[in-house]
């Protein structure tokens, strides 16, 4: 069965702090990689994703994540948090040819001014 | 504008009663989806449906049931066997297999389910 771990579950940061958000899946075939947001009072939405070719793939908002297949891991990044960037970030993996996606448990990211 | 609609956003319930919460979209998506998100456990699979007529449980299936009639609908029925219901409820769809964006969901605002 595949499964998603978050290591960090709340992250304070101040603003021009670098970002970077462990998810480790576990599941030893192809995967589909996914970062989800979930802005304060907004809908789940998209960040990015990993299907195939170059693990380094960027996403909205200057966000960034690498796929290390070694390390079974797709962690997230970005170079300079904003305030704006306050919100609960999600990695989700879709295993194989499984039509289900399965969820960590959720980042809390604060942001300080 | 296409999207997800669910219904109602806020929802009280007295202990032993059914309710259930809506989802609608109008995407042309094949396949649905229903997610709990508690605190501290991110979202966990209910049910999902891939076609219309057919749906299979998730990880937390017990004291839930749902219904795909139509394609566009996949209400989801929080049963009084749902031992602790008090929640979230995120419903998703995303398009068949095949097709563009094709593992890629779309969710909705989500229903706060409280039972009193």
């Known amino acids: 069965a595949q499964s998603v771990s978050q290591h960090n579950h709340h992250v304070i940061l101040s603003e021009a702090a670098s970002l970077e958000l462990g998810c480790n899946y576990s599941?030893?075939?192809?995967?589909?990689l996914f970062w989800y947001v979930q802005y304060p009072g907004q809908h789940l939405q998209l960040l990015l994703k990993?299907?195939?070719?170059?693990?380094l793939v960027k996403g909205i908002k200057g966000f960034e994540a690498e796929f290390i297949k070694s390390k079974f891991s797709f962690n997230l990044r970005k170079p300079s948090v904003q305030w704006s960037d306050t919100a609960e970030y999600f990695c989700?993996?879709?295993?194989?040819?499984?039509?289900?996606?399965?969820f960590g448990t959720g980042t809390r990211l604060q942001v300080t001014l | 504008d296409g999207g997800i609609t669910q219904s109602p956003k806020y929802l009280f319930r007295k202990e032993g009663q059914n309710v259930t919460l809506s989802c609608e979209q109008n995407?042309?998506?094949?396949?649905m989806y229903w997610y709990r998100q508690d605190p501290g456990q991110g979202l966990r699979l209910i049910y999902y449906?891939?076609?219309?007529?057919?749906?299979q449980k998730g990880d937390i299936a017990e004291g839930y049931s749902v219904s795909r009639e139509k394609k566009e609908s996949f209400p989801l029925t929080v049963t009084s066997a749902q031992k602790n219901p008090t929640a979230f409820y995120l419903c998703?769809?995303?398009?068949?297999?095949?097709?563009?964006?094709?593992?890629?969901?779309?969710f909705g605002a989500g229903s706060r389910l409280t039972v009193l």
């Open positions: 998703a769809s995303k398009p068949g297999t095949g097709r563009s964006g094709a593992n890629v969901l779309t």
């Open positions: 599941y030893g075939g192809t995967v589909n």
């Open positions: 990993y299907f195939s070719g170059d693990p």
């Open positions: 989700a993996v879709n295993a194989g040819t499984a039509s289900k996606l399965t």
């Open positions: 995407l042309n998506h094949d396949a």
């Open positions: 449906s891939q076609i219309v007529n057919d749906f």
